[in-house]
Nanobody, 125 residues
């Protein structure tokens, strides 16, 4: 698994962005995928995750109803659609992959085996 995240940028509050994370490996469809974010001075925090089939998703309370995670296993890509962005959403966003069992501990970054390099999202007020 080799993850490459993209799609970050500078937007104004209320606008939208879609992040993408492509895996150049061959086992993409077997993994649970997630997005985390890390703001300056803060620990890496869970944002959303999706099961290998796409049938199960979880979200952090802070993004529920505004963000949507999805995946396209044919394209080895996971997405994070972010709507109604707020300045407090400003962070480096990371995609991560872990085995199916990670769904039992989906908020814990230590449970994920593979990480992308991160993409910066900046939301101005």
């Amino acid at each position: 698994v080799q993850l490459q995240a993209s799609g970050g940028g500078l937007v104004q509050a209320g606008e939208s962005l879609r992040l993408s994370c492509v895996d150049s490996g061959r086992a993409f469809s077997e993994y649970t995928l997630a997005w985390f974010r890390q703001a300056p001075g803060n620990k890496r925090a869970f944002v959303a995750c999706i099961s290998w089939s796409g049938g199960t998703t979880y979200y952090a309370d802070s993004v529920k109803g505004r963000f949507k995670i999805s995946r396209d296993n044919a394209k080895n890509t996971v997405y994070l659609r972010m709507n109604s962005l707020k300045p407090e959403d400003t962070a480096v966003y990371y995609c991560a992959a872990g085995p199916p069992a990670v769904l039992s501990y989906f908020r814990d970054p230590e449970e994920y085996e593979y990480w992308g390099q991160g993409t910066l999202v900046t939301v101005s007020s």
